[in-house]
Nanobody, 123 residues
Framework: VQLQASGGGVVQAGGSLRLSCAAS????????MGWFRQAPGKGREFVAA????????KYADSVKGRFTIARDNGRNTGSLQMDSLKPEDTAVYYC?????????????????WGQGTQVTVSS
């Protein structure tokens, strides 16, 4: 499956952005979907994940209450709504799909990755 992330940009602190992840080549129904981010000079970190039917979600503590992950299996897409953005949210954001085994919070749990979209939050 091929993933294409989009929706990044520059926003002031306190603002919002909505990232999208468009999948092609295969249905995403069988996959857990996740979002990761990588800030300059840092490793890639887990942001959020959603299970196959969209009922169960998991968030990093740093984004809990501000970000919302969702998916639309019929449209083969995923999304990440980001509100109350902070300068420390600045990073390249990646969407990913995989079987979520054994967890959903590490890179190795995912088999497919999008190319990343830049999010910059100014203070």
């Amino acid at each position: 499956v091929q993933l294409q992330a989009s929706g990044g940009g520059v926003v002031q602190a306190g603002g919002s952005l909505r990232l999208s992840c468009a999948a092609s080549g295969r249905s995403i129904r069988q996959y857990v979907m996740g979002w990761f981010r990588q800030a300059p000079g840092k490793g890639r970190e887990f942001v959020a994940a959603i299970n196959r039917n969209g009922v169960v979600t998991k968030y990093a503590d740093s984004v809990k209450g501000r970000f919302t992950i969702a998916r639309d299996n019929g449209r083969n897409t995923g999304s990440l709504q980001m509100d109350s953005l902070k300068p420390e949210d600045t990073a390249v954001y990646y969407c990913a799909a995989g079987y979520g085994v054994p967890t959903v919070v590490t890179e190795s749990d995912y088999n497919y990755w999008g190319q990343g979209t830049q999010v910059t939050v100014s203070s």
